[in-house]
């Protein structure tokens, strides 16, 4: 089952949820104002936002659990967080400050991990590699960085290594609006930016491999894994389509070419979000102009329009849920588990490292009877080959029992025919006493 | 019955019970024959296994009257083991509860509910204390009580009379296993334990604590086998579960970290430095806490240890490490914390001792008591392997904190690290972090594990018995090779605190080098770990930037791969079989070598680089492994074909719209050749390629370079007719639906045609050549996608650094042009002309330059 989760940034806007196969519009969660990039996923257990607050104070993550539609853990962390993102375990949130801090919480236990400085400017959005090793942030001023989390974690190469990230791009000219990173080993990241432009990096190399112009401001991205299409929705309410375009003549610049593009006409409102399913057939796009729409990749038509309560769409999740919870949404507390704890304002000194918590995941394991798991026969053979070898001392000590027990068999046997003898030997002399007797009296 | 009723076949259910009744009357023992050969009740047990004898219904089973006849048979069956079970004599009993196990397994599930409890009471009356009965007769019990609860375990609905009946048996079977029996009886009821714990675990739940005892005993104690320690070490693991909270597995966890780290203490006396082992317990228990009550409960445990050699010690070490470990990667019903940061430490701290005397010490052991020690290390450094890979295993991606430390340390155990053995598991626990932490941790370990498995694949590298002509080029990448493994070796370690590692660790490759040869294991595991960082992370740059080599590491180890490849393959499969009076499972057979040394071929073929250097000849090895019938390795052969495919038809796959099949199918007709053009190509450029054998035995390939050579000759002759061939322009239906462009293109077409002959004129390159002949196979591709053209010139000349394979970039870009032009004229006016037109000219200026690039090149 998906589902279409969108919020937006004004006050109160709360979180729509719809189901993308039927188009049922189910639960809504409450007092939700988010950032762009703010709205995640943790773990498919619970819903996270961070919050725009008027407040310039601290920031706040807020939580939300399936079933309920009121906000469950509120966080307040020590500056404004924007963007968030959490890996696929969900056992980390990873926020952006406004101050180009970037902050690393464990979900379990809500310990603010590592807090490091990103950037002199704010963070605007941030992004994993595919295998989750690497984060990829964007900046206001454009600049994009790549760490690798180990790295951070490694005191020791921290300190050898004059910076901490793996590669820092500045190609872009105005801020960095969405990050997408697409394969494995050899990765690429696209981001796209305020300054109408989508480039293309090679993760691997940290070189830029690819530029595309655009006619207006590019506000979100998203990547089709199977068709290398990439979906580029901009200011003028258009969604672009782009197919990554691996040869060029320019040495070693991958070009990209504009292939189409996704327009309904009713609407100029700029493009702010954008999400495909796991199939890449289904492309969600949220726009300023408070509705929701799906576009099949493959007619380019619009196959469903979700009106979002309240204002402006900035943020677009598709969310899969396994199968067989039968839309049902998994519970928090199932295991168990109390609340996820909230994430911490500061982080603790080194010293305490040695507490972070690691939980071991309940694994649903099968508990299905198998045929391994019976041994009796194979007891059985083993003890009857012991027992022919009558060598071992187990086998002798049954031996042994069996032997008395025909033993005292026997005895008993001999009884008998001790009896028996006896008896027969009365009678016979009974016989013969008699006889002579009867003889002596005849 | 009657002589002539006959069946119908071997599967009429007539059958089944005919064979009973005559298994009954003929095989098994009754009270009044003595009990002679036990070999019959396998044959019994198979029997009845095989036709299912006690299944009592089949599918087919519509006869009422016959199934009626099976029933009675089974219950006479039930009887007759009743009556043994209860008999005097011990082997009869013996065999009786022998057959009421397998019952218990085979039976129909109607019979087993109706009747489980009564055979529980039969079996439990021999558990129970009764003098007479031999052990014999407890172990046959145990094992059939193990498995009524093993088939009990899969019903739902009797949960509850299941767990009130396995309450009744737990006190007799701590009892067994507290008494002085022999070891089978202990191994009988550990089983039995563990089969309740698994599927009613909540009936220890009252006698937990006497349960803890009675295990910890046996494993602290120092008189069971090994194998019996591993059983125990299971159960005492698994023990947390009966009562499944959080408490219970974290206190059990602490108690067994605090008991090896105290056995430690005093087995590691003079051999490590004392802050160590502070520091670790000092990790286990919060300052403000008390200690938990020891392991088993029982105080005297730490007197006992006194007294009992070192030997003991590190067996119970080791067990209690496999519990740790069993405890990380089963699952457990609630979540619970992990108290990661002394399970590390306990590793580094027996990682760490290598059995060298620490100096301030020294007088404190004698060179026995270091000898024993010595000899019993390495099974111990085995299990703190093992305790790691449990780690990464169940942490998953909460290790993040961890990861680097755990880099550390297996870096700097590697370093001091020669017994294959502990090799093989290094570098398993090397693959596991790479697979589970991708790309990232690739930066930290590719030096490693190039450096080490070229010391491991040493032997295979300078493969002697191989021909002369192919040795001169084996030899020259191998010891470039081992130069710079050497050389990086200096500066490889950082870490301050390891100084006297770093010593002994310098001369190791000349060691290696003179005597080793390493076992086939090992190599296989290299091999593995290599594989593994090619899949994970083969296009990443390695990390030491500064030394410039950085670019190099891929090319140094397909170099490799290829050469181990060709060697271990060299002189003819292996037979995969294992000989009946071979040595059993554990050792690893040449064959698997071969295997393995072609799946990591096979990785460095596939992991993303300009373009495979070595395809060709893989492709003949490949090819050639297939032929061997019916063997794993011909059906990895055929999977690696499969996979290689890709990269010999780089084929279409639809890019955005599904519509363009139809022209994406005629041009990649007329595009087959090319990619093949640049690998023959790539043979040219491969100095090594000139003697190669393999290659040059392999018929298809050079004839096809022969009628290359021919078509380069006819060329020239000619050259106007690529652009000038009207009928060939029509054929490609979308070249004439954009007027401009196609002007412009046929503008580039007889410059481009001429500069490739320029070329041609005064170079013979094989690289032109290629470039030509795919313009001649194929003109309207060139008209339409100058790439086609550049194609190799532009491969070549970013041959380090560009990631993307060759025939997917041509396939690409190919696709999008003609998307473009067909489908969507809207897209350029969005663009308002400016990208587009770039580009386009970009492409037509930049050919030229391009292709005349490729000459330095390829010198």
Same mark, same amino acid.
């Not at chain 2, 795919?774 to 790439?787: G, K, L, R, T």
């Given at each position: 089952?998906?589902?279409?989760?969108?919020?937006?940034?004004?006050?109160?806007?709360?979180?729509?949820?719809?189901?993308?196969?039927?188009?049922?519009?189910?639960?809504?969660?409450?007092?939700?104002?988010?950032?762009?990039?703010?709205?995640?996923?943790?773990?498919?257990?619970?819903?996270?936002?961070?919050?725009?607050?008027?407040?310039?104070?601290?920031?706040?993550?807020?939580?939300?659990?399936?079933?309920?539609?009121?906000?469950?853990?509120?966080?307040?962390?020590?500056?404004?967080?924007?963007?968030?993102?959490?890996?696929?375990?969900?056992?980390?949130?990873?926020?952006?400050?406004?101050?180009?801090?970037?902050?690393?919480?464990?979900?379990?236990?809500?310990?603010?991990?590592?807090?490091?400085?990103?950037?002199?400017?704010?963070?605007?959005?941030?992004?994993?590699?595919?295998?989750?090793?690497?984060?990829?942030?964007?900046?206001?001023?454009?600049?994009?960085?790549?760490?690798?989390?180990?790295?951070?974690?490694?005191?020791?190469?921290?300190?050898?290594?004059?910076?901490?990230?793996?590669?820092?791009?500045?190609?872009?000219?105005?801020?960095?609006?969405?990050?997408?990173?697409?394969?494995?080993?050899?990765?690429?990241?696209?981001?796209?930016?305020?300054?109408?432009?989508?480039?293309?990096?090679?993760?691997?190399?940290?070189?830029?491999?690819?530029?595309?112009?655009?006619?207006?401001?590019?506000?979100?991205?998203?990547?089709?894994?199977?068709?290398?299409?990439?979906?580029?929705?901009?200011?003028?309410?258009?969604?672009?389509?782009?197919?990554?375009?691996?040869?060029?003549?320019?040495?070693?610049?991958?070009?990209?070419?504009?292939?189409?593009?996704?327009?309904?006409?009713?609407?100029?409102?700029?493009?702010?979000?954008?999400?495909?399913?796991?199939?890449?057939?289904?492309?969600?796009?949220? @726009? *300023?102009?408070?509705?929701? =729409?799906?576009?099949?990749?493959? #007619? &380019?038509?619009?196959?469903? $329009?979700?009106?979002?309560? !309240?204002?402006?769409?900035?943020?677009?999740?598709?969310?899969?849920?396994?199968?067989?919870?039968?839309?049902?949404?998994?519970?928090?507390?199932?295991?168990?588990?109390?609340?996820?704890?909230?994430?911490?304002?500061?982080?603790?000194?080194?010293?305490?490292?040695?507490?972070?918590?690691?939980?071991?995941?309940?694994?649903?394991?099968?508990?299905?009877?198998?045929?391994?798991?019976?041994?009796?026969?194979?007891?059985?053979?083993?003890?009857?080959?012991?027992?022919?070898?009558?060598?071992?001392?187990?086998? @002798? *000590?049954?031996?042994?029992? =069996?032997?008395?027990?025909?033993? #005292? &068999?026997?005895?008993?046997? $001999?009884?008998?025919?001790? !009896?028996?003898?006896?008896?027969?030997?009365?009678?016979?002399?009974?016989?013969?006493?008699?006889?002579?007797?009867?003889?002596?009296?005849? | 019955?009657?002589?002539?009723?006959?069946?119908?076949?071997?599967?009429?259910?007539?059958?089944?019970?005919?064979?009973?009744?005559?298994?009954?009357?003929?095989?098994?023992?009754?009270?009044?024959?003595?009990?002679?050969?036990?070999?019959?009740?396998?044959?019994?047990?198979?029997?009845?296994?095989?036709?299912?004898?006690?299944?009592?219904?089949?599918?087919?089973?519509?006869?009422?009257?016959?199934?009626?006849?099976?029933?009675?048979?089974?219950?006479?069956?039930?009887?007759?083991?009743?009556?043994?079970?209860?008999?005097?004599?011990?082997?009869?009993?013996?065999?009786?509860?022998?057959?009421?196990?397998?019952?218990?397994?085979?039976?129909?599930?109607?019979?087993?509910?109706?009747?489980?409890?009564?055979?529980?009471?039969?079996?439990?009356?021999?558990?129970?204390?009764?003098?007479?009965?031999?052990?014999?007769?407890?172990?046959?019990?145990?094992?059939?009580?193990?498995?009524?609860?093993?088939?009990?375990?899969?019903?739902?609905?009797?949960?509850?009379?299941?767990?009130?009946?396995?309450?009744?048996?737990?006190?007799?079977?701590?009892?067994?296993?507290?008494?002085?029996?022999?070891?089978?009886?202990?191994?009988?009821?550990?089983?039995?334990?563990?089969?309740?714990?698994?599927?009613?675990?909540?009936?220890?739940?009252?006698?937990?604590?006497?349960?803890?005892?009675?295990?910890?005993?046996?494993?602290?104690?120092?008189?069971?086998?090994?194998?019996?320690?591993?059983?125990?070490?299971?159960?005492?693991?698994?023990?947390?579960?009966?009562?499944?909270?959080?408490?219970?597995?974290?206190?059990?966890?602490?108690?067994?970290?605090?008991?090896?780290?105290?056995?430690?203490?005093?087995?590691?006396?003079?051999?490590?430095?004392?802050?160590?082992?502070?520091?670790?317990?000092?990790?286990?228990?919060?300052?403000?806490?008390?200690?938990?009550?020891?392991?088993?409960?029982?105080?005297?445990?730490?007197?006992?240890?006194?007294?009992?050699?070192?030997?003991?010690?590190?067996?119970?070490?080791?067990?209690?490490?496999?519990?740790?470990?069993?405890?990380?990667?089963?699952?457990?019903?609630?979540?619970?914390?992990?108290?990661?940061?002394?399970?590390?430490?306990?590793?580094?701290?027996?990682?760490?001792?290598?059995?060298?005397?620490?100096?301030?010490?020294?007088?404190?052991?004698?060179?026995?008591?270091?000898?024993?020690?010595?000899?019993?290390?390495?099974?111990?450094?085995?299990?703190?392997?093992?305790?790691?890979?449990?780690?990464?295993?169940?942490?998953?991606?909460?290790?993040?904190?961890?990861?680097?430390?755990?880099?550390?340390?297996?870096?700097?155990?590697?370093?001091?690290?020669?017994?294959?053995?502990?090799?093989?598991?290094?570098?398993?626990?090397?693959?596991?972090?790479?697979?589970?932490?991708?790309?990232?941790?690739?930066?930290?370990?590719?030096?490693?594990?190039?450096?080490?498995?070229?010391?491991?694949?040493?032997?295979?590298?300078?493969?002697?018995?191989?021909?002369?002509?192919?040795?001169?080029?084996?030899?020259?990448?191998?010891?470039?090779?081992?130069?710079?493994?050497?050389?990086?070796?200096?500066?490889?370690?950082?870490?301050?605190?390891?100084?006297?590692?770093?010593?002994?660790?310098?001369?190791?490759?000349?060691?290696?080098?003179?005597?080793?040869?390493?076992?086939?294991?090992?190599?296989?595991?290299?091999?593995?770990?290599?594989?593994?960082?090619?899949?994970?992370?083969?296009?990443?740059?390695?990390?030491?930037?500064?030394?410039?080599?950085?670019?190099?590491?891929?090319?140094?180890?397909?170099?490799?791969?290829?050469?181990?490849?060709?060697?271990?393959?060299?002189?003819?499969?292996?037979?995969?079989?294992?000989?009946?009076?071979?040595?059993?499972?554990?050792?690893?057979?040449?064959?698997?070598?071969?295997?393995?040394?072609?799946?990591?071929?096979?990785?460095?073929?596939?992991?993303?680089?300009?373009?495979?250097?070595?395809?060709?000849?893989?492709?003949?090895?490949?090819?050639?492994?297939?032929?061997?019938?019916?063997?794993?390795?011909?059906?990895?052969?055929?999977?690696?074909?499969?996979?290689?495919?890709?990269?010999?038809?780089?084929?279409?796959?639809?890019?955005?719209?599904?519509?363009?099949?139809?022209?994406?199918?005629?041009?990649?007709?007329?595009?087959?050749?090319?990619?093949?053009?640049?690998?023959?190509?790539?043979?040219?450029?491969?100095?090594?390629?000139?003697?190669?054998?393999?290659?040059?035995?392999?018929?298809?390939?050079?004839?096809?370079?022969?009628?290359?050579?021919?078509?380069?000759?006819?060329?020239?002759?000619?050259?106007?007719?690529?652009?000038?061939?009207?009928?060939?322009?029509?054929?490609?239906?979308?070249?004439?639906?954009?007027?401009?462009?196609?002007?412009?293109?046929?503008?580039?077409?007889?410059?481009?045609?001429?500069?490739?002959?320029?070329?041609?004129?005064?170079?013979?390159?094989?690289?032109?050549?290629?470039?030509?002949?795919?313009?001649?196979?194929?003109?309207?591709?060139?008209?339409?996608?100058?790439?086609?053209?550049?194609?190799?010139?532009?491969?070549?000349?970013?041959?380090?650094?560009?990631?993307?394979?060759?025939?997917?970039?041509?396939?690409?870009?190919?696709?999008?042009?003609?998307?473009?032009?067909?489908?969507?004229?809207?897209?350029?006016?969005?663009?308002?002309?400016?990208?587009?037109?770039?580009?386009?000219?970009?492409?037509?200026?930049?050919?030229?330059?391009?292709?005349?690039?490729?000459?330095?090149?390829?010198?």
């Amino acid at each position: 089952m998906e589902l279409v989760m969108a919020s937006s940034s004004t006050v109160d806007g709360g979180i729509g949820c719809w189901d993308l196969k039927t188009g049922t519009e189910r639960l809504q969660y409450r007092s939700c104002a988010s950032p762009p990039h703010g709205l995640i996923c943790v773990g498919k257990r619970l819903l996270a936002s961070s919050q725009v607050r008027e407040s310039n104070s601290s920031g706040s993550i807020f939580y939300w659990s399936w079933n309920k539609p009121q906000v469950e853990v509120k966080s307040f962390p020590a500056e404004s967080i924007k963007p968030l993102v959490s890996n696929r375990d969900g056992s980390y949130i990873i926020g952006g400050g406004s101050s180009g801090y970037i902050y690393l919480w464990e979900v379990a236990g809500g310990k603010l991990l590592k807090k490091w400085s990103g950037h002199y400017r704010a963070v605007t959005c941030l992004s994993f590699s595919d295998d989750e090793s690497l984060l990829i942030s964007g900046f206001e001023d454009g600049c994009v960085r790549v760490w690798s989390l180990f790295m951070i974690f490694d005191g020791l190469r921290r300190e050898e290594a004059n910076h901490l990230y793996v590669h820092s791009f500045h190609e872009h000219t105005l801020r960095v609006t969405d990050i997408v990173s697409f394969g494995s080993s050899n990765a690429i990241i696209a981001s796209v930016s305020e300054d109408c432009t989508c480039k293309v990096w090679s993760l691997s190399e940290g070189t830029l491999i690819g530029n595309i112009v655009f006619s207006s401001k590019v506000y979100s991205l998203a990547l089709d894994p199977s068709d290398h299409a990439l979906y580029a929705g901009c200011m003028d309410g258009k969604i672009y389509i782009a197919a990554l375009k691996a040869e060029s003549s320019r040495g070693n610049n991958y070009q990209i070419h504009l292939t189409g593009s996704l327009t309904d006409h009713r609407s100029i409102k700029a493009v702010t979000c954008l999400a495909l399913d796991a199939y890449g057939i289904s492309l969600v796009s949220g @726009s *300023d102009d408070g509705m929701l =729409r799906v576009w099949d990749t493959k #007619t &380019r038509n619009i196959i469903r $329009v979700f009106k979002h309560p !309240k204002g402006p769409v900035n943020n677009v999740l598709i969310v899969r849920l396994p199968l067989y919870l039968n839309g049902q949404m998994p519970s928090l507390r199932r295991h168990g588990s109390l609340l996820t704890p909230a994430l911490e304002k500061y982080a603790s000194s080194t010293e305490e490292n040695a507490e972070v918590k690691a939980l071991i995941a309940h694994q649903t394991t099968c508990n299905r009877p198998l045929d391994g798991l019976y041994h009796s026969s194979e007891v059985m053979n083993d003890q009857g080959k012991e027992l022919q070898q009558q060598g071992s001392s187990v086998a @002798s *000590d049954m031996e042994l029992e =069996r032997l008395k027990l025909d033993c #005292t &068999r026997s005895m008993q046997m $001999v009884q008998q025919w001790k !009896k028996m003898y006896e008896t027969l030997h009365q009678y016979c002399v009974n016989e013969l006493l008699d006889g002579d007797l009867t003889g002596n009296s005849s | 019955m009657a002589v002539f009723d006959n069946f119908i076949n071997m599967y009429d259910i007539k059958l089944k019970p005919r064979l009973l009744r005559t298994l009954i009357k003929e095989h098994v023992p009754d009270e009044k024959h003595p009990f002679r050969n036990p070999s019959e009740l396998s044959k019994v047990v198979s029997m009845i296994k095989t036709h299912k004898l006690l299944g009592e219904s089949s599918m087919e089973a519509t006869d009422k009257k016959q199934v009626e006849i099976w029933t009675s048979t089974v219950d006479a069956w039930v009887e007759r083991l009743f009556s043994l079970v209860s008999s005097s004599m011990p082997d009869k009993r013996w065999a009786g509860i022998c057959l009421l196990g397998v019952t218990c397994q085979e039976c129909s599930d109607e019979r087993f509910l109706a009747s489980y409890s009564v055979w529980f009471h039969k079996l439990l009356s021999h558990i129970q204390q009764s003098p007479g009965d031999c052990h014999f007769v407890k172990v046959a019990s145990c094992a059939s009580m193990s498995d009524l609860f093993t088939r009990l375990g899969g019903f739902s609905n009797v949960k509850k009379e299941g767990t009130s009946h396995a309450g009744k048996l737990i006190q007799y079977l701590l009892q067994l296993l507290t008494d002085d029996y022999s070891e089978a009886v202990w191994e009988g009821a550990v089983c039995l334990l563990l089969t309740i714990m698994t599927f009613f675990p909540s009936s220890i739940h009252r006698h937990y604590d006497s349960a803890e005892a009675a295990i910890a005993s046996k494993i602290i104690s120092r008189r069971s086998s090994v194998h019996m320690l591993k059983k125990f070490s299971h159960c005492l693991a698994l023990l947390p579960k009966s009562r499944g909270d959080e408490d219970s597995w974290s206190l059990m966890m602490q108690k067994i970290l605090l008991t090896i780290n105290v056995h430690l203490n005093d087995a590691f006396q003079g051999l490590e430095d004392e802050t160590r082992c502070r520091e670790a317990v000092r990790l286990l228990v919060a300052p403000a806490k008390s200690h938990p009550p020891p392991l088993g409960g029982q105080n005297e445990a730490s007197e006992k240890l006194k007294k009992r050699s070192e030997q003991s010690v590190i067996s119970s070490i080791s067990t209690l490490m496999l519990c740790c470990s069993t405890m990380l990667t089963n699952s457990y019903p609630v979540q619970v914390n992990v108290p990661v940061r002394p399970l590390l430490a306990l590793i580094e701290r027996v990682l760490m001792v290598d059995g060298s005397l620490s100096q301030s010490l020294l007088p404190l052991m004698t060179s026995m008591q270091q000898e024993l020690i010595c000899s019993q290390l390495p099974s111990l450094h085995l299990h703190s392997l093992e305790l790691l890979l449990s780690i990464i295993k169940g942490l998953r991606s909460q290790l993040l904190p961890y990861a680097a430390d755990i880099v550390r340390l297996i870096k700097v155990y590697l370093k001091g690290c020669t017994l294959p053995e502990l090799r093989i598991q290094v570098y398993l626990v090397i693959k596991v972090l790479l697979i589970s932490k991708g790309l990232g941790m690739v930066v930290y370990f590719a030096q490693e594990v190039i450096d080490n498995a070229i010391i491991d694949l040493d032997s295979l590298i300078h493969d002697i018995g191989n021909n002369a002509s192919s040795d001169a080029y084996r030899k020259a990448p191998s010891e470039s090779l081992l130069k710079s493994s050497r050389r990086k070796r200096k500066h490889g370690n950082r870490s301050g605190s390891f100084e006297e590692h770093n010593d002994s660790v310098n001369m190791e490759p000349e060691v290696f080098k003179k005597g080793r040869t390493s076992s086939t294991s090992l190599k296989i595991a290299a091999l593995e770990a290599i594989e593994c960082l090619l899949s994970v992370g083969g296009s990443l740059r390695s990390e030491s930037s500064q030394a410039g080599n950085q670019k190099f590491w891929r090319s140094k180890i397909d170099n490799l791969l290829m050469i181990v490849a060709t060697n271990a393959c060299d002189g003819g499969w292996a037979k995969e079989e294992k000989s009946v009076f071979g040595p059993n499972e554990k050792t690893s057979s040449y064959a698997d070598l071969q295997l393995a040394s072609l799946r990591a071929l096979l990785a460095a073929l596939l992991s993303p680089v300009v373009r495979p250097t070595y395809l060709s000849q893989a492709l003949d090895l490949f090819r050639r492994g297939r032929q061997e019938t019916g063997t794993k390795l011909a059906e990895f052969c055929v999977h690696a074909l499969l996979a290689l495919e890709v990269l010999i038809h780089p084929r279409y796959l639809p890019l955005v719209d599904p519509s363009q099949t139809s022209i994406n199918c005629i041009s990649a007709g007329l595009n087959f050749k090319l990619p093949e053009n640049k690998y023959s190509h790539d043979k040219k450029q491969n100095p090594f390629l000139v003697n190669d054998e393999s290659w040059n035995q392999d018929g298809d390939e050079t004839d096809y370079l022969l009628t290359n050579v021919e078509k380069n000759v006819n060329y020239p002759e000619n050259p106007n007719e690529t652009s000038g061939d009207p009928e060939v322009e029509n054929i490609d239906p979308t070249v004439g639906s954009s007027g401009i462009k196609d002007s412009e293109e046929q503008e580039q077409q007889p410059a481009m045609a001429a500069s490739d002959h320029f070329v041609m004129g005064d170079n013979k390159d094989a690289v032109m050549v290629d470039a030509q002949l795919s313009m001649e196979n194929s003109p309207q591709e060139n008209a339409i996608c100058h790439s086609v053209n550049v194609g190799p010139g532009r491969t070549e000349e970013e041959s380090a650094n560009s990631e993307i394979t060759p025939g997917k970039d041509f396939r690409v870009d190919k696709d999008d042009g003609l998307a473009a032009r067909s489908e969507n004229p809207i897209i350029f006016d969005s663009m308002k002309g400016k990208g587009s037109a770039l580009e386009l000219d970009d492409e037509g200026m930049d050919s030229f330059p391009d292709i005349i690039d490729a000459e330095p090149d390829s010198d």
